[in-house]
C-alpha cells in the first residue's frame, strides 16, 4: 500500500498500492505481462490497473464477499482453485491466476 496524500484527487482516488509481478498473471480474463505496477479498487466494484506513467492498463470488475470473517486494507488469500488468488481490499476482491 502507498501513502498517495500527496497526489491529486484524481490519482488518489485510482490506486492505493504498488503491484510487482515477476511473472505474467490472468485477472478478471485479460492478461497482465511482468512488470511494475499500481492498482485500486474503486467504487461501483470496478478494479484499474495503471503503469508507473499512470496510464491504464488494465479494468475489471471486483466482487464482494459479504462472509470474510476478519477484512483488512489489503490481503491475498487462496481460492479452492489450485493456483488461483484473490487480491482483497477490505471485502472487495479481485481473483488472479499465473497466465499460462
Given at each position: 500500500?502507498?501513502?498517495?496524500?500527496?497526489?491529486?484527487?484524481?490519482?488518489?482516488?485510482?490506486y492505493?498500492?504498488?503491484?510487482?509481478n515477476?511473472?505474467?498473471?490472468?485477472?478478471?480474463?485479460?492478461?497482465?505481462?511482468?512488470?511494475?505496477?499500481?492498482?485500486?479498487?474503486?467504487?461501483?466494484?470496478?478494479f484499474?490497473?495503471?503503469?508507473?506513467?499512470?496510464?491504464?492498463?488494465?479494468?475489471?470488475?471486483?466482487?464482494?464477499?459479504?462472509?470474510?470473517?476478519?477484512?483488512?486494507?489489503?490481503?491475498?488469500?487462496?481460492?479452492?482453485?489450485?493456483?488461483?488468488?484473490?487480491?482483497?481490499?477490505?471485502?472487495?476482491?479481485?481473483?488472479?491466476?499465473?497466465?499460462?
Open positions: 500500500m502507498v501513502d498517495n496524500s500527496g497526489y491529486s484527487t484524481g490519482i488518489r482516488e485510482k492505493q498500492a504498488y503491484l510487482l515477476e511473472v505474467t498473471l490472468e485477472i478478471g480474463g485479460q492478461t497482465l505481462k511482468a512488470r511494475p505496477l499500481r492498482f485500486g479498487f474503486q467504487e461501483g466494484g470496478k484499474l490497473i495503471m503503469d508507473i506513467g499512470a496510464n491504464d492498463v488494465l479494468n475489471a470488475t471486483s466482487q464482494r464477499d459479504a462472509e470474510l470473517k476478519r477484512p483488512v486494507p489489503m490481503q491475498v488469500l487462496t481460492t479452492s482453485t489450485a493456483g488461483s488468488y484473490r487480491l482483497y481490499a477490505g471485502r472487495d476482491y479481485v481473483e488472479f491466476h499465473r497466465a499460462h
